[in-house]
């Protein structure tokens, strides 16, 4: 089977029926990334735009489609195969076959109503119809319209790019009917993997009626007090928990462009006594100025920041906000902006820390004015903010950081208005009281709401209980005979420690304590990002190679174990599987991953090889794979340093199986886990049976020929990844058994020399790899 051929494991209900056929109209940036990440889930899609100029009448379809190919909205070039490129003059009747209709054009009512009149007379009745409007309502786009259409229409806000950005927005319109609105729901959970809020049909829904506030507050706030680009988006970076572009530089990569496109729209939609109007971005001169000159961010010659000079030269500059010329970048010297946390932050008395308790106040008092009309609870308030805005914690989560009744203290004494529901927070214990239940956005105590199908180790430690822990990991019941291996250390890296629960998990398996085991963790972007080099680095220092061969034996052993343990072991894959990570990963009967899977050997740039059975996991793969040259596959694989863009190119690399499932929800991934857990024990489970593989044959090129000029530290690593997949007798057989030994011996070989050990310190000092 090849990749192309490949479809996600879909989690299903009773009742769920999926999407099979798409058509998305309107191929700019939205609608093909749209249609990218449809193709990528499994959905065979038509991609229309307008009719081209030219011969290729459907060249904007096909050109944008292309364009996501470069830009890697596609997991994999070859699901590009899976959009047809068409136009709306020539190929719109697609839309009777199709189960979905994605609406992407202009933002302009007038377009969306011309096309809609078009496609009601197309349609199959029943088929969903949504669009991707970040701001006209749906009682305005469904006028005029069938009862029919309006009962099946739906807006569906995807956020830019559509694959990685997790958040989409549903929003009902009155005449949508409950089961158009629940499949549309379920679709986007179970099929495209992403978090939906269910939104009332207000002006900028939940994440951008927020989001844009805060960047007017952040800015004109910056602007007020002083403050440079460099201060402000330090600032509003890393104490907040906001990615590290901050502020201006956030305005940088949406476009300051967008500013007279948005903002206006926005503004005029809502009434004349919201706080947003207090902020009036294009009245700014700042603004003004970036946009009268082409400024418009990093799709233009610059905007708050530039990386090049009209020279073409590279450069690190920002504008000063008074003279509005480029200036290079200074050091932050207020204390604010290398605050640890918000609370230390806010503690603070310099103008930075000032300018941060002005901008956070008024988000804050914001999102509880707000909360009422947007959302049924403060939770769905912060879920937009970090899932549209990548905040590690929303408004409210922050509030609960500081402590509500703190904030109350101080809101008093500066005598500031208190809002009734940061008042209702301070009165139940914070805006989430305990793990349980959250404040409804009328500031009462309700219940989390929990997703079907959605399993936690949290949950489950709290349900059933923990069999061992450490601080390294814990061995969690997951229910019905199942336990878990979570690990809990940074990253969840591999460290002496994580070694040793493997072993305890290998032992509670054997007393009978569970029947089946899963590996995995809530962390939301690691399944393991490898082995922590620190582990190695004492070995190192004091001269022990003993003690090193015995650490890197050791974690050999106890992962090959897993992979032949009398009860089956199902690795619940996401983010980062890298290096021992990886190797852990490939130590599991089968894999359940996220669509977003990191995976691959970067080892050799940190003068290291896979010695976890990593180089001869790889080799097993290959073979099964009916790779016609097997060691030559497994050794482009353990020496190429690269690293998975997705879980199907992993699988392209047979880091993955035929056997193994690709799931598109990051938030499912431990549930599908547990159930193929439970399946394979209800199969009749018997470890895998020892495999014979055919080593470097004497009569090919040798597998390290390529690397002549190489450095001498790289010749040396793959020299002895060579030497693990010929067994040191080209073109016989070996076992695993037989191999796995020459894994240790050639790490613990490598981790002698001088050149190996200055790339795990370079890597440990700088974060860096090192090429010498």
């Known amino acids: ?324 010329q480029y200036r290079a970048r200074r050091p932050v010297t207020d204390p604010a902006g290398s605050a640890a946390d918000l609370p230390t932050l806010l503690a603070g008395d310099s103008p930075g820390a000032t300018y941060a308790w002005t901008v956070f106040a008024q988000v804050l008092d914001y999102a509880c004015h707000i909360a009422p009309e947007v959302g049924d609870d403060v939770a769905a308030v912060d879920a937009g903010m970090e899932l549209g805005y990548a905040w590690a914690r929303g408004p409210f989560k922050l509030a609960d950081a500081v402590g509500a009744a703190q904030l109350v203290v101080r809101y008093e004494a500066e005598g500031r208005a208190v809002p009734g529901l940061l008042a209702a927070a301070a009165k139940a214990g914070g805006f989430y009281p305990d793990a349980d239940t959250v404040l409804s956005s009328t500031g009462s105590v309700v219940e989390r709401r929990k997703v079907e199908g959605v399993l936690t180790v949290a949950d489950a430690q709290r349900a059933h209980g923990v069999l061992a822990e450490s601080e390294a990991a814990a061995i969690v019941d997951l229910g019905d005979g199942v336990a878990c291996l979570a690990l809990r250390t940074k990253m969840n890296t591999c460290d002496a420690g994580v070694i040793e629960m493997v072993e305890r998990a290998l032992a509670l398996g054997e007393e009978g304590a569970f029947k089946g085991l899963v590996i995995g963790s809530d962390h939301p972007r690691a399944f393991s990002a490898g082995a922590n080099l620190a582990t190695f680095t004492h ?51 089968r894999v359940v991953t996220h669509a977003e899977l990191y995976a691959g050997f970067p080892e050799r740039s940190v003068g290291l090889l896979p010695a976890w059975g990593g180089t001869v996991q790889s080799l097993v793969r290959a073979l099964g794979a009916g790779e016609p040259l097997p060691a030559a596959s497994a050794f482009a694989v353990t020496t190429s340093c690269e690293v998975s863009t997705s879980a199907w190119q992993a699988a392209d ?37 020892p495999v014979e593989l055919p080593l470097h044959s004497p009569d090919a090129e040798p597998l390290d020929a390529g690397w002549a000029d190489a450095s001498e530290t790289d010749r040396a690593i793959v020299a002895r990844i060579a030497g693990i997949l010929t067994g040191g007798r080209p073109g016989a057989t070996a076992s695993e058994e037989d191999l796995l030994p020459l894994e240790v011996d050639a790490a613990v070989d490598l981790l002698q020399r001088p050149l190996n050990q200055e790339r795990v310190w370079h890597l440990l000092r700088t974060n860096r790899p090192l090429a010498n």
């Open 539 to 589: 070995f190192i220092e004091s001269e022990d190679p003993d003690g090193l061969r015995a650490l890197i034996r050791r974690g050999q052993v106890a992962f090959h174990a897993l992979r032949n343990s009398a009860f089956p072991v199902v690795a619940a894959a996401k983010g980062f599987a890298l290096g021992g990570g990886c190797e852990l990963m490939l130590a599991a009967n």
């Open 653 to 689: 690399w047979h880091l993955l199986t035929d056997h193994d499932e690709v799931v598109a929800s990051v938030h499912r991934v431990l549930a599908e886990a547990k159930a193929v857990a439970l399946d394979l024990l209800e199969g009749g489970w018997t470890p895998p049976a």
């Open 1 to 324: 089977m090849t990749i192309a051929d490949r479809q996600p494991r879909i989690p299903m209900t009773d009742g769920f029926e999926p999407v099979r056929r798409a058509v998305v109209i309107g191929a700019g940036t939205m609608g093909s990334g749209i249609a990218a990440h449809l193709a990528n889930c499994g959905i065979v899609v038509a991609l229309l735009d307008r009719v081209a100029d030219g011969d290729d009448r459907s060249a904007l379809a096909r050109t944008a489609i292309e364009r996501q190919v470069q830009v890697g909205g596609f997991m994999v070039p070859a699901f590009a195969a899976r959009v047809t490129p068409g136009n709306v003059e020539d190929d719109l009747d697609v839309v009777a076959e199709a189960d979905w209709i994605v609406e992407a054009v202009f933002e302009d009512p007038n377009v969306k109503h011309e096309l809609y009149a078009k496609l009601e007379g197309l349609r199959r009745p029943g088929t969903l119809m949504s669009s991707n409007t970040s701001g006209i309502p749906v009682a305005e786009l469904v006028r005029g319209h069938s009862e029919e259409f309006a009962r099946d229409f739906t807006i569906t806000h995807f956020f830019n790019p559509p694959r990685t950005m997790e958040l989409l927005e549903v929003v009902a319109g009155e005449a949508t009917s409950p089961e158009v609105l629940e499949r549309t729901i379920r679709v986007a959970d179970r099929q495209l993997g992403k978090t939906v809020l269910e939104c009332r049909d207000t002006p900028g829904f939940i994440a951008n009626r927020l989001g844009s506030h805060w960047m007017a507050v952040a800015a004109l706030e910056a602007f007020e007090a002083g403050l440079d680009v460099e201060t402000a988006d330090a600032i509003m970076s890393r104490p907040f928990g906001i990615p590290r572009t901050g502020v201006f530089g956030l305005f940088d990569l949406v476009g300051v462009n967008l500013v007279p496109l948005l903002w206006p729209v926005l503004t005029r939609a809502l009434p004349a006594d919201d706080a947003a109007q207090r902020y009036d971005l294009m009245g700014d001169r700042v603004f003004q100025h970036l946009l009268d000159n082409g400024l418009i961010g990093r799709r233009g010659p610059g905007g708050f920041t530039r990386r090049k000079n009209e020279s073409g030269e590279k450069v690190d500059e920002v504008i000063d906000l008074e003279s509005l």
